[in-house]
């Protein structure tokens, strides 16, 4: 299996120089050219597999120039301890017919875990398949959660280093406690004076900076983006899915080969992609209901089949979410029609901010599954505390943006079929909107509004976020914009 990028089907790399690229070479996002299959008896079979065993079938299939052996002990460095879950992703009952699978067992409390446990153990392998030599230094900039997913999954791994830009008074407390107080021997932080933009613009400079690429090349070292648009962030996210359902067969809700329904809190497109990725490679999905906080371009886009991102941008109590460019769709837009038209939504898209996909496309986006709700920061807090009081499941407002969206198109269908809320992240995460959402008072700092939580609901905390307020600081450079490239250089020079 061959991958070719989305603005070009010309091209044929495998899926190690995709992960190595990230993006490809046109700006386009690397894809399969055809998608592998699994087949019905192969689903069924995974009722009696434990999350291992699933994650290497699945990801043998998708990553097929890595070995057997490979994607074992990948699997088994990725989903290890640093997991509080045997079980990796639990799926528990909400009510009646709603499930939540619980993505936030992982090391950083949310489901970029899974992508960023495994990328790690791909990436430095993916270059020796590719004839690279080179240490593989990462660059991220972030707004809080994706910097400290980056550093956990990187931290320590052989062959790789990783170094993390983030706002200087631009994240939660806790946020900056998770990244500052992160071990490892490869890692380093940095505070930048400026917001989120001025940080990621620094990190962009950097990497189209060919003098810089020159001289870190004659050190051994070559620049690399753990971006959610990588190949090798999205493969292990497809196994999720398979997992969730053989659960609902291993269980006797359901038979192999009843459909279910999914509903994924959305962003950048990613996770909800991967669902898609599942369903066209053999697993029963009916629906696919994709799930917006008040940044509603998706929710829009999949009514009218026009994208439009020219639009107020709000900063909302599900942050993971506030997002007007969700990249990952031009997969999806791929998959549907062909790259020629995908070059020319996204030449339009970058000159004018919208394209329009048409009728006939967006019927089929329909007939594949899609379809998308949304709620505001009200509707959302409203949702938590609903669902809290009824049936005593505590969800974050992540999740909760999901569990609405379910119900939204529970009311218009009114189907028996079993829906599987994909829960993003631990609501200890995300605290002082936990609080508001069950009308809680606390003028504490973030970690004050953690124990408080904690008593209001009488749950303790993922070990992760109650041990961080005990932990030294290890980064405490706060630096300008415009020194990112001389701190990153002499960092990997080892100067
Ligand atoms: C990143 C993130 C999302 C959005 O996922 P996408 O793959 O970008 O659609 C949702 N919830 C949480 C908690 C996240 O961190």
Not at 143 to 158: C, H
């Amino acid at each position: 299996m061959l991958f070719c990028s989305t603005r070009n089907s010309g091209i044929n790399v495998p899926s190690a120089h995709a992960i190595l690229n990230g993006l490809a070479d046109d700006g386009g996002l690397y894809i399969p050219h055809s998608m592998p299959c699994f087949s019905l008896e192969e689903v069924s079979q995974m009722a009696e597999y434990s999350y291992h065993q699933i994650a290497e079938t699945v990801l043998a299939r998708f990553l097929p120039d890595y070995t057997a052996d490979e994607l074992h002990s990948f699997v088994k460095n990725a989903y290890g301890k640093q997991f509080d879950s045997e079980e990796v992703a639990p799926l528990v009952n909400v009510k009646n017919n709603m499930w939540s699978l619980e993505l936030w067992h992982g090391p950083t409390c949310a489901f970029k875990d899974f992508a960023l446990q495994m990328l790690p153990q791909l990436l430095p392998a993916a270059a020796k398949k590719c004839g690279e030599e080179k240490t593989v230094a990462i660059l991220v900039a972030t707004s809080g959660d994706t910097g400290k997913a980056a550093l956990e999954g990187f931290a320590d791994v052989e062959g790789t280093k990783i170094c993390v830009f983030y706002p200087h008074g631009g994240t939660s407390d806790i946020q900056r406690m998770q990244m500052v107080t992160q071990a490892g021997e490869n890692v380093n932080v940095f505070a930048v004076k400026g917001n989120f933009d001025d940080t990621q613009n620094g990190v962009k400079a950097i990497f189209t900076d060919s003098e810089m690429e020159n001289e870190l090349a004659e050190n051994g070292i070559m620049l690399s983006s753990a971006n959610s648009i990588n190949w090798g962030r999205l493969a292990p996210q497809i196994v999720y899915y398979y997992w969730a359902y053989s659960r609902l067969v291993k269980s006797g809700t359901i038979k192999a080969g009843d459909k279910v329904d999914f509903c994924v809190p959305t962003g950048n497109f990613g996770n909800i992609l991967a669902g898609y990725m599942a369903k066209k490679s053999g697993l029963p999905v009916n629906r696919l209901v994709c799930a917006s906080n008040e940044n509603n371009v998706l929710t829009d886009f999949l009514e009218t089949g026009i994208y439009d991102k020219n639009r107020t941008f709000h900063l909302t109590d599900s942050p993971s979410m506030d997002i007007l460019i969700s990249s990952n769709l031009e997969r999806l837009l791929y998959m549907m029609s062909d790259d020629k038209t995908v070059k020319n939504w996204m030449k339009e898209l970058k000159d004018n901010g919208r394209y329009n996909i048409g009728t006939d496309m967006l019927n089929r986006l329909h007939s594949e599954g899609f379809v998308g709700y949304f709620c505001d920061d009200i509707a959302t807090a409203e949702t938590i505390k609903k669902i809290y009081d009824e049936t005593g499941y505590l969800c974050d407002t992540h999740t909760a943006v999901g569990v609405n969206a379910a119900q939204k198109y529970a009311e218009t269908e009114n189907s028996d079929i079993p829906m599987v809320v994909v829960s993003t992240a631990s609501p200890f995460k995300f605290a002082p909107a936990m609080l508001n959402a069950l009308g809680e008072k606390c003028e504490g700092d973030d970690f004050e509004k953690l124990e408080k939580l904690e008593c209001a609901v009488k749950m303790k905390s993922p070990s992760p976020l109650s041990e961080l307020k005990n932990k030294q600081p290890r980064f405490e450079k706060v630096i300008e914009k415009n020194d990112m490239r001389s701190e990153v250089l002499s960092w990997l020079k080892g100067r």
